[in-house]
C-alpha cells in the first residue's frame, strides 16, 4: 500500500472537484455532515469553494489525505470562533473515500489536525458526531472525552433523525 501524505489543502479547481466528490459520496453512503441525499456536485463545489476562501482568510484549515496524488480523505479544523473562545478549535468534515476506510486515514487526520491546533496555541478541541453511523468509537480511541448526546439533533441524510454526541480533548498540557 502506498503510504499517505496529509497536507494542508488550497483553492484549486482540481482540489475543489475532488473535495466536492468525496462530501458526495459521504452523504450518499449516509455520512451525517450537514447536507441531505442526493448532494447536488455543484453545491458540494460550492461549499467547498467558500471553506477554502475561509481557509485563505485564516478561519479554518482544511488537511487531505492523498495517497500518491490521488485525494482519499479530509478534515477541517475551525478557528475561527467567538471572541472569549481563542484557546478552542473545532473538528469538522472528517471524511475518508469509501474505498479507502479501514486502513487509519481518519487517525491520520484527526493527528495531524490536533497537532496543528497545538501549533495555533489552541487548548481545546471539541467536535461532534452522529449517534447513527458515526465516529465516536474513532474519536474514543484518539483520547476524546464523551460530553454526552443530544438526542434528535439533526435529520440523516436519507431521513429520519439521529442524534449527536459530544466530544472534547485537551491539548499541549500535562495530562
Do not use: C
Request: hydrophobic share 45%.
Amino acid at each position: 500500500m502506498p503510504a499517505i501524505e496529509i497536507r494542508p489543502l488550497t483553492g484549486s479547481t482540481e482540489t475543489i472537484e475532488r473535495l466536492a466528490e468525496i462530501l458526495v459520496e459521504t452523504v450518499a453512503a449516509g455520512g451525517s455532515v450537514s447536507f441531505m441525499h442526493p448532494l447536488p456536485l455543484e453545491a458540494a463545489r460550492a461549499f467547498w469553494s467558500e471553506s477554502l476562501a475561509a481557509a485563505l482568510r485564516g478561519e479554518r484549515i482544511i488537511l487531505g489525505a492523498f495517497e500518491d496524488e490521488t485525494l482519499v480523505g479530509t478534515v477541517t479544523l475551525l478557528l475561527s470562533l467567538p471572541q472569549n473562545q481563542p484557546h478552542r478549535a473545532e473538528i469538522a468534515k472528517l471524511m475518508t473515500r469509501r474505498s479507502h476506510r479501514g486502513r487509519g486515514i481518519a487517525t491520520k487526520l484527526m493527528q495531524a489536525a490536533e497537532q496543528l491546533a497545538v501549533q495555533h496555541h489552541r487548548t481545546l478541541l471539541v467536535l461532534d458526531t452522529a449517534t447513527d453511523g458515526g465516529a465516536g468509537s474513532l474519536y474514543q480511541r484518539l483520547d476524546f472525552t464523551l460530553a454526552g448526546e443530544i438526542p434528535d439533533y439533526a435529520l440523516k441524510p436519507h431521513g429520519g433523525l439521529s442524534g449527536t454526541l459530544l466530544f472534547w480533548k485537551r491539548l499541549g498540557l500535562s495530562r
